[in-house]
């Protein structure tokens, strides 16, 4: 039976409405955006005084880096950089188990869920046991962040990575002996893993060559072969920092972009993450690629990394995904809104974003934060369109933040003011799986987190 989900604003199929509800039917599916009086008897869930929205996706997490969240923010003796924050994600990836994994992603993804999160790309690369052995079954650690996804409800596509190495002519680092295969050994696991989520209606696999550094080329283009037979997404992360860029051309002679595109790895279902430091030409073969970008500014601000030319790809037609990346913070509105604030702070102007090729500027930032990530992921969704999953959260129009909201600004009151401060309920395929801002297992989530993180400290 379909139910009629009903709050005073809504923002799907594009646009904003006020008195119409979403029709969703009972394989969670939306079935229609329509009045009450249009919905057949459907059984109406009232949402007095909220706004209900897309689901947004987080296209690029590592939820083990919860773990040292705000640990590594000072400046190490000898001057801090990019790479003594590098020192401490080592330490957390060398200490967690299994069951350390599971805990710590689940905190990770109740804060997604409750900032308004329903699917989440997780690029995910610590394999191996601590002595750099792989597990008896080698997807023991994928499998505990899958397993704690599928307790909270949330969507995932477990963005498998190849790590293979340091760099070019770099001895094997001790701190990434947990992340290290061989490439056929990746390829094997991977499928295993493939054949091992069939079935599992908000589980996805994804192909994730970590980068150009930890992935020579010509593994890249077997593992983009591999996902494009099987029409996979497929994730790297690429030209984040200058220094990467540099070590490309020694290796290779070229730089990061142009190196993957010769080889047939941009494709509509690859996204460069970061993508930071690229030329205006490499910008223009991503675009005639249709590949995605996903961007994580609240990471690269923390990271020093640099600001991402969101308007060159705007221009360009470049669809742009968001992740929250190291969790440093996780708040996607946050990122959706950062992407113009960092260029309004370098060219000292507003509305950079704004009328790009006839779009406007709110519409934007929100399709970034859901639909453009959802593409990323390959799963249907984002938009709320008839035949997508119902995957959506509400804000609360009471919360003081947010007084004022009208239909008219709906979409720009909830990227620019919106906060997890707002959001109550969260549903997933249709099922809500929070409710007034509270998850069934709120407590027992936080308790057992706190413990880890208390072993973690203590073993320092
Ligand atoms: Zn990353």
Known sequence: MSRLFLPDLMFAQGRAHEGAGLLVDDAGVVAGVVRP????????????????LPGLANAHSHTFQRLFRARAEGRARGGDTFWTWREQMYRAAAFVSPEDVYEVARAAFLEMLSSGITAVGEFHYVHNDRDGRPYSDANTMAKAVVGAAESVGMRICLLRSAYLRAGFQKEPHPGQQRFYETGDAYLRNHEALITEMAGKPLVKVGAAPHSVRAVPLPVMAEIAEVARRQGLPLHLHISEQPAENDACVTEYGTTPVTAIAERGVLSPRTTLVHAIHLSQAEFARVAQSGSTICSCPTTERNLGDGVFPADVAAQLGIPVALGTDSQAQIDLLEDARENEYHLRLVRR????LDGVRGEEIAGRLLDSASKAGYRSLGLPGGGLANGEPADFFTLDLDDVALLGTDA????????FAGSRAAIRDVAVAGRLVMQEGRHLLDDEIRARFRRVVRRFVEEA
């Open 408 to 415: 008219a600004t709906l979409a720009s009151q909830v990227v």
């Open 349 to 352: 102007e507003r509305g950079i």
């Open 37 to 52: 009086e249009s919905a057949q008897g459907a059984p109406v869930h009232r949402l007095a005084g909220r706004a209900l």
